[in-house]
């Protein structure tokens, strides 16, 4: 071994002792404490029951174990850094400065051990135990000290677990008893199970969830009374279900509807409404009290699904003030109950709602995929109009712009610009021939749009898209949403078509069906499920379905075929005639309150047949970018292992598209400080055609297709401002389809320090948004 390396490995080991040392000192943490006072570090919970299986008991413990206060401070590995941070700060001797915010927003103050009432955790442990029916169990507790620390250790002693031998329910002849008779099938009390507190008042909250059902407005949970006897039988409990002596009379009587009255211009900084005679409106079973004339009153009548006569229940309750936010037209919904003083047992009901404004402008920043695959950020201002023909409808009117932004060492300046403008109109509720009978608590919407987009690859072409769309957006519940356009036509025209680009097509004829004219009508169909907004699981999913199917009924009725020079056009445009299927799911693993593992798979398949060939380029698939696979350019990578030579080294590369994707990501997401958060991911996947093109060799699908798969990674940041994310993820090349077959892999080829390997992998992605 030479003397460098000697000299070397001695001072990693003298810069590793010394890091040791420090830590060691530093994070003992008990240099600071009270004079008398001890550093408390955890407790444990021992649970003593011979009859009980070890995983059991270990599940009892953890449980106890939770239970006990106060916590110690966090440890990572047996070390305390937020105690270390706490005590390495001193006390600041002003509320802002380093020393400030080392204490008090990074550091963590000493969890002592005079602050742990070791009596008061005993009892909270048998009582806790008590109320799982291990009744007269014994706890104790006791201490233990060392170099300035202690722990405390709880040893819990338990009995025979009770079960329940039986359960009765109240069995009198009333309208409350029969009600509550014909929810004993469903009843969480079974004999045989252990006996549980929580199970019990599980079920008095389950009783009265079926009784608000069924008009007992005024009843409660605590009204009824579980009288637990355990005085006979081998640890066995006998429970009976009974209504309070003392339970009000109007708590066992089920209540009909009778007024339904509907304040549409409340304000809530005043306590009545103020209103003449002509402001009353009847309509069907509600009293409509529109100040300002300004609803339809058809709009209340398919938001309250309460009707006259009704028996009071608590799903048409909640069902109603859901509906009623979701218009989107109220800033604030009330709703109050009154016992009503003209007929017995009934209730007035009453709405009082405030308006939000009827106009506003809106600005947003957002990273987007358009309908012809191309992704970037975008800037969209929003003119909005609610409730404009008095029937909570919506219209907006947007503008926006913007543009696909990768920097790279290579083939730069051909970026994607884009701006336009869009109007839609969208209807709370569902507008077809016939009647559609729903009670969501979303309410379903009829949407009608119109836009324009002007897209402009610079220095090469520009394409003029229009579109026209109607159809239904629907949830079924907070996780399940579709949407279905009836109607959905696109024409795309080119303009400003370069000379450099003109010569390219001349040397490869598939450049050209970027720029052809293009009519796609048709009807789209997608489905969304996600479980996304529940930020306490561990995993959450997300999955997206597209149906598109375009120009079938034309087709199907004229018979065109192509293959028989039989081509439909329109306006002397080929009509495009295709089956589209793509699916987009997601996984996110929670390893952290701040860190997450994000997945994502993207599989699609386009089928052209009848009038087309070939499906139209601005519904083909597109591979790599900043929200696909990052190491490779926009719309560049594939088809499967094709490489466009003719262009490989000019000043821009083209775009690729095919017939059949697959992609799949994975990125750890984690926060560094503040808005600051970081990312190391891998992109994988390809493009392909499914028809052989004698100009694109190896773009087409085979039995080899994981053979031209492309792979890339990359780091990134990401800071959160709240209002947006802005992205930046810098990302290479693992993996090349295009080289051959054994020289795919690159990752020997990896060189940061060579300023050509950076010039030709290293691309820098700049976006607003997660890419997933």
Request: with cysteine; aromatic share 12%; hydrophobic share 35%.
């Amino acid at each position: 071994m030479s003397k460098k390396h000697s000299d070397m490995e001695i001072r990693y080991i003298r810069y590793f002792v010394v890091l040791s040392l420090f830590f060691v000192y530093g994070c003992s943490n008990t240099k600071y404490l009270p004079e008398g006072d001890l550093l408390y570090t955890g407790s444990s919970v021992t649970v003593k029951d011979s009859t009980m299986k070890k995983k059991e008991r270990k599940a009892l413990e953890n449980e106890m174990e939770g239970l006990l206060r106060p916590k110690p401070n966090k440890a990572i590995l047996g070390l305390r850094p937020k105690l270390w941070f706490y005590n390495l700060a001193g006390k600041p001797t002003k509320d802002k400065g380093i020393r400030y915010w080392l204490r008090n927003k990074v550091g963590e103050e000493p969890v002592l051990f005079s602050k742990v009432d070791l009596d008061y955790n005993a009892a909270v442990l048998r009582n806790f135990a008590e109320n799982r029916g291990y009744f007269k169990n014994r706890v104790s507790a006791d201490s233990t000290v060392n170099n300035k620390r202690a722990t405390a250790e709880y040893i819990v002693q338990l009995r025979k677990q009770y079960k329940i031998k039986e359960v009765k329910f109240p069995e009198d002849s009333s309208a409350l008893g029969k009600a509550i008779a014909r929810t004993i099938r469903r009843s969480l009390l079974k004999e045989g199970n252990p006996y549980d507190l929580d199970i019990i008042k599980a079920e008095r909250a389950r009783i009265d969830a079926r009784l608000k059902e069924k008009g007992f407005y005024y009843f409660n949970p605590d009204y009824i009374l579980a009288q637990v006897d355990s005085t006979k039988g081998d640890y066995e409990v006998r429970i009976n279900l009974k209504i309070k002596d003392d339970t009000p009379e109007k708590a066992k009587t089920a209540y009909k509807i009778d007024k339904i009255m509907v304040y549409p211009n409340f304000a809530v900084s005043k306590d009545t409404v103020k209103y003449k005679k002509e402001d009353i409106v009847q309509y069907n079973d509600f009293t409509i009290i529109d100040t300002a004339d300004t609803f339809n009153p058809r709009v209340f009548d398919r938001a309250i699904l309460f009707k006259k006569g009704d028996f009071y229940n608590r799903k048409d309750h909640n069902l109603t003030l859901n509906r009623f936010v979701n218009l989107g037209t109220f800033s604030f919904v009330k709703n109050e109950f009154k016992t009503s003083d003209s007929l017995k047992n009934t209730l007035d009901s009453y709405y009082y709602l405030t308006l939000l404004p009827k106009k506003f402008i809106r600005v947003e920043v957002v990273g987007k995929t358009n309908s012809a695959s191309y992704t970037g950020s975008e800037i969209n201002v929003n003119w909005n109009n609610r409730n404009v023909f008095k029937g909570a409808e919506l219209l907006t009117v947007s503008v926006f712009g913007g543009a696909d932004f990768q920097l790279s060492g290579e083939n730069n300046g051909k970026n994607i610009y884009k701006l336009g403008a869009e109007t839609s109109l969208t209807w709370p509720r569902f507008i077809t021939p016939f009647h559609i009978h729903e009670n969501s608590e979303f309410v379903p919407r009829t949407k009608a749009t119109l836009r324009y987009e002007f897209q402009n690859r610079t220095q090469l072409y520009s394409l003029n898209s229009f579109n026209a769309s109607f159809g239904y957006l629907w949830k079924e519940s907070i996780r399940k949403e579709h949407q279905l356009n009836v109607m959905d036509i696109t024409y795309v025209s080119p303009n400003n078509v370069t000379a450099e680009y003109q010569e390219d097509i001349d040397e490869d004829s598939a450049l050209g069906k970027v720029i052809e004219k293009q009519l796609i009508f048709g009807s789209t169909y997608s489905y969304t499920y996600t479980n996304t907004m529940q930020k306490r699981k561990k995993n959450t999913f997300y999955f997206n379905g597209e149906l598109d199917l375009a120009g079938n009924i034309t087709g199907l009725i004229t018979g065109a075929n192509i293959k028989k020079k039989d081509t439909i056009k329109i306006f002397n445009v080929p009509l495009s005639q295709y089956a589209k299927v793509k699916t987009d799911f997601r996984h996110y693993l929670k390893l952290g309150k701040e860190t997450e593992l994000a997945s994502r798979i993207i599989v699609g398949i386009g089928l052209p047949y009848g009038n087309s060939n070939v499906m139209p380029t601005s519904k083909q698939f597109v591979s790599g970018g900043t929200n696909s696979i990052r190491a490779f350019r926009a719309r560049t990578l594939g088809p499967g292992s094709y490489l466009n030579t003719e262009t490989a080294n000019s000043s821009y590369l083209p775009d690729q598209s095919g017939d059949l994707k697959l992609e799949f990501s994975t990125e750890y997401r984690a926060k560094l400080f503040s808005i600051v958060k970081g990312a190391l991911f891998v992109d994988a996947g390809n493009i392909w055609l499914l028809n052989a093109d004698p100009n694109k060799q190896g773009a087409k699908i085979s039995k080899d297709f994981m053979k031209e798969i492309a792979v890339g990674a990359g780091a990134g940041l990401r800071f959160d401002l709240s209002f947006l994310i802005l992205r930046t993820d810098l990302a290479f090349p693992l993996r090349k389809p295009w080289l051959s077959e054994n020289d795919r892999w690159v990752i020997d080829d990896i060189d940061f320090g060579n300023s050509a390997w950076r010039k030709e992998n290293l691309i820098l992605n700049i976006a607003i948004g997660y890419p997933f």
